[in-house]
């Protein structure tokens, strides 16, 4: 995903001029103690913590973070305190997480459904019509996979306007941040038990989050489905990834507690260095792979030449689990969550009515472009919506001015390509004041967030494995900023304080 450098961080905090009963989750001034000096010694001691206990990044000032483990290592940006969460919207969303597992599974057989809707977008959309192609090719084989493993993360917003909870979008492909995520938790937790009596906060309050646990052991379990003892498990990487430490996380747990292996690979590697045998298996350089866990492959940047293609391809043509199928991928395009919106088309998929209410209840404003109406509200209230490519991995929305121009621009090219394209209700999160540490340093300022809820399934034909809740990650932005990307440098890991 391509990277800002800018850093959405303008004010250094030099007063605590925001301190007190007004801030949420602020540091509060402590008995005998300056407040200045207690914010001080926890900044110093969070980022003591994230060292000590893995929750870095690789450094953008270090060339070699990128490429090189152990090398150019910083803490991850966080939040200096959990971010206030109503439990009530806590509980709903993880409710939904089981619900919109079994929608991807169910959606995801539905071959004729995904490339119907995406039809018009594939016209218009190199990359879409890449990933379609290679979906058309799998059906045309009638290609099944029995085995089927997602990791999700359906990020929500609190919509201050209706005081709901709100879908912003569904992630099957490369959701990042289930090791870093969980390390916040604990971070805030830590902090809480030895700062929470001067701060009025319960370290009880944040919900516990074993999102990195979970997804390594539905890799793992995924390794037992697949039965071969010799196989690993191949980790489809960036050629450069500076949240490699979220990464390993992963391969860390699926070491430790399953005794699996992990090879990294690019995708110019697995076309290098893989083939599949007669009977399926995928053997990469020299050794069968049991799953694919993609964590790149999710935006046109991964696939600079052919050869990238070739070999999501061949991964596509083998009998190892994929994390995410094709399939799977294409049912987390934004087109896909804007189709699902539609009346009755729920219904289709699922059978459970309250489910269905459920997930109903949770979807924000989605329409489709030919909805000529629709445009016509955007351009003349643009700052009342998001207007989506399908793309991953942030800063590729369109908002207020750019918006409009957009939609003039294309509605009067005349020709298909307003579908590349979906519009989506704007959500607006109520922002309080927040510390954001970045680079040693704390920031105060005004900050929205968006909670993401992992998600695990795993199914062998019939047989449900996982179906599972799995943590958490909340990301705390500048409410100035609209995108929200932690990798793109916009947000802060955060984790949540019920209230
Ligand atoms: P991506 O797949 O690139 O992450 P998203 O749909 O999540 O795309 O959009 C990126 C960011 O834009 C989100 O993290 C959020 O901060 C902001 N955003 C997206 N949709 C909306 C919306 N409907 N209202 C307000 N902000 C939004
Ligand atoms: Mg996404
Ligand atoms: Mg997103």
Not at 28 to 55: D, F, I, T, Y
Not at 67 to 95: D, I, M, N, Y
Not at 346 to 352: K, M, T, V
Not at 394 to 404: F, I, V
Request: hydrophobic share 40%; glycine share 8%; proline share 4%.
């Amino acid at each position: 995903a391509a990277d800002s450098c800018a850093s959405p961080y303008r004010r250094r905090v030099g007063s605590l001029r925001a301190m007190g009963a007004e801030a949420p989750s602020s540091v509060a001034p402590a008995a005998g103690r300056k407040a200045s000096a207690v914010q001080a010694e926890m900044v110093e001691a969070a980022a003591m913590w994230c060292a000590m206990h893995g929750l870095v990044v690789g450094d953008r000032g270090n060339p070699r973070s990128g490429t090189v483990p152990g090398v150019g290592l910083v803490h991850a940006p966080f939040s200096l305190l959990p971010t206030r969460f109503p439990a009530s919207f806590w509980k709903q969303a993880c409710e939904l997480a089981p619900i919109f597992n079994e929608l991807v599974d169910r959606v995801s057989l539905d071959g004729k459904f995904l490339q119907g809707s995406l039809s018009r977008t594939k016209q218009v959309d190199d990359f879409t019509a890449r990933l379609l192609e290679i979906h058309a090719k799998m059906m045309a084989v009638n290609k099944k996979e029995d085995i089927r493993l997602g990791l999700h993360r359906s990020d929500y917003m609190l919509d201050s306007e209706t005081n709901s909870l709100l879908q912003i979008e569904l992630n099957t492909i490369s959701t990042s941040f289930p090791g870093l995520g969980s390390l916040v938790s604990e971070l805030h937790r830590t902090l809480l038990n030895q700062y929470g009596e001067v701060l009025g906060l319960d370290s009880e309050r944040i919900p516990r989050n074993w999102a990195a646990i979970q997804f390594a052991e539905a890799l793992g379990k995924a390794w037992v489905e697949y039965n071969n003892g010799s196989a690993v498990v191949m980790m489809i990487v960036q050629a450069e990834e500076r949240n490699m430490y979220d990464q390993y996380w992963l391969i860390n747990h699926l070491k430790e507690s399953h005794g699996v292996m992990t090879i990294r690979k690019t995708l110019a590697q697995v076309e290098a260095e893989g083939l599949v045998l007669p009977d399926g298996t995928l053997v990469v350089d020299g050794r069968p792979v049991a799953v694919v866990y993609f964590r790149a492959g999710y935006a046109p940047t991964d696939y600079p030449s052919e050869v990238e293609w070739s070999a999501r391809l061949l991964i596509e043509q083998s009998s190892a689990i994929k994390c995410p199928s094709i399939s799977y991928h294409l049912v987390g395009t934004k087109k896909i969550q804007q189709e699902l919106a539609k009346p009755s088309v729920l219904e289709r998929f699922l059978d459970n009515e309250e489910d269905i209410a459920k997930l109903r209840k949770c979807f924000a404003g989605l329409w489709s472009l030919d909805n000529e109406e629709i445009v016509k509200s955007a351009i003349e209230k643009p700052d009342l919506f998001v207007l989506k490519p399908q793309r991953e991995g942030g800063g590729n929305n369109l908002y207020g001015h750019d918006l409009r121009e957009t939609l003039i621009r294309l509605k009067n090219e005349q020709g298909e390509a307003l579908a590349a394209y979906i519009l989506m209700q704007r959500i607006f999160p109520r922002a309080s004041l927040t510390q954001l540490v970045q680079g040693g340093v704390c920031f105060e300022e005004l900050s929205i967030s968006e909670l993401g809820i992992f998600g695990s399934y795993l199914r062998n034909k019939d047989k449900v494995v996982i179906n599972n809740q799995c943590g958490y990650l909340m990301r705390t932005k500048v409410s100035s900023s609209n995108e929200g990307g932690v990798a793109a440098g916009f947000a802060v890991l955060d984790s949540i304080l019920l209230t």
